[in-house]
């Protein structure tokens, strides 16, 4: 049995990175069929050859998936997939408080 364990660090207020993980549950439900439910601040989700848990912490979640036999040969297009799709997720909204623009050079002295 394969495991994939990735953890993504956020600047996120508790209740938004939460939701976040809603959302990556709900895209994982929708595109491979599992179920899932909410224990505190994690998500158990499975469905047959695959189990996992997503934990939402102070500044970050952390996934952590075991593969069953059959889909242990496609642990690395499913890795790669899980990054895309965290990354995706949680730096889809700049949290605020925080600038995106260019930092200016200090001024040279005259």
């Known amino acids: 049995m394969a495991t994939i364990s990735i953890a993504k660090k956020h600047h996120y207020s508790h209740k938004k990175a ?11 439900r929708k595109r491979f069929e599992l179920d899932y439910a909410w224990d505190g601040d994690h998500v158990d989700f499975e469905r ?17 998936v075991r593969l069953g036999f059959l889909l242990t040969p496609l642990k690395g297009a499913i890795e790669r997939e899980i990054h895309a799709q965290l990354d995706s997720l949680i730096t889809e909204e700049k949290p ?15």
Do not use: Q
């Open 18 to 28: 939460k939701e976040v993980a809603e959302k990556i549950a709900k895209d994982l």
């Open 48 to 64: 047959p050859g695959v189990a996992g848990r997503m934990l939402v912490g102070k500044d970050r979640i952390s996934l952590d």
């Open 96 to 110: 605020s408080g925080t600038h995106a623009g260019r930092t200016r050079s200090p001024r040279k002295p005259s």
